[in-house]
């Protein structure tokens, strides 16, 4: 199974972009999809989680308030919009999918990228000041 993100690429500080995460022929409405993000030489991070159901969601906090997850399990496709970016959010991000937990679990399980079953390739995201 592969995820593919799509939506990156360079805007200006205090733009706007929207991933998108696919997955064709996939039980996507069984999975939690989670958005991370790595920068170069740092950690992978978790930005965002949505439930398999639901629309529990969870955002970390320097996103919270600019950043909207949502799904639409019809089209086995998630969004992560991105409002009023800043130069910090660069990074390649990444979308991932799990089985077991949900946006509740966050702390507990959600957070870490081994968690998931599925990722994506990535895509690049880069603010420019």
């Known amino acids: 199974v592969q995820l593919v993100e799509s939506g990156g690429g360079l805007v200006q500080a205090g733009g706007t972009l929207k991933l998108s995460c696919s997955a064709p022929?996939?039980?996507?409405?069984?999975?939690?999809i989670s958005w991370f993000r790595q920068a170069p030489g740092k950690e992978r991070e978790g930005v965002s989680c949505i439930s398999s159901r639901y629309n529990s969601t969870y955002y970390a906090d320097s996103v919270k308030g600019r950043f909207t997850i949502s799904r639409d399990n019809a089209k086995s496709t998630a969004y992560l919009i991105m409002n009023s970016l800043q130069v910090d959010d660069t990074a390649v991000y990444y979308c991932a999918a799990d089985r077991l937990g949900n946006p509740g679990r966050w702390r507990q399980y959600n957070s870490n990228p081994r968690s998931y079953e599925y990722w994506g390739q990535g895509t690049q995201v880069t603010v420019s000041s």
């Open positions: 022929g996939f039980s996507f409405d069984d999975y939690t």
